[in-house]
């Protein structure tokens, strides 16, 4: 922290700024050294078990760093789980029930379906015919990813 705003104490503020941001890389790199070394002698030894442990990891250890904010009515941050979560219930608890704390309402509309528009579900000879009448005996559909793909009869 600067006491005086010269040129002097500003250049020094600056070389210790960057002798600090330095040594930070150079830990970095000898981390990461020591890291690929200890992956490497995990192969080499045919420690397989040991190999993939590490290598799992080293990427959980980047998602456990990530930190989840959120802000609060007065537009202040919530650091804890615990505090975010009960944020969140409020959060929804707002949007559903409303501000008069009673339940929205969904207006009917074109896609409302009454009891005289419900039509029959197809019959298993129905389903049969249809999927006979597939090219090469493949239908097309989505999977759990979201992925096209071909679903065998």
Known sequence: MLRRNTEESRSQHQKCGNKAKKTCR????????????????????????E?????????????ENKLIFCKDKQDQ????????????AEYFKEVFEGEGNEPHKIEEGWWAIGEDDQEEPPTKQEIQAII??????????????????????
């Open 51 to 63: 190999f993939y442990q590490n290598i799992k990891g080293s990427k959980r250890r980047n998602q």
């Open 132 to 153: 006979e009448n597939f090219k090469s005996n493949k239908a097309p559909g989505e999977n759990v990813e979201g992925r096209k793909t071909r679903i065998r009869k």
């Open 26 to 49: 150079q830990k970095k790199r000898e981390g990461i050294q020591t890291r690929i070394q200890q992956l490497d002698n995990s192969y080499t030894t045919k420690q397989t078990r």
């Open 77 to 88: 941050l919530l650091g804890s789980m615990q505090e975010s979560l009960v944020r969140w």
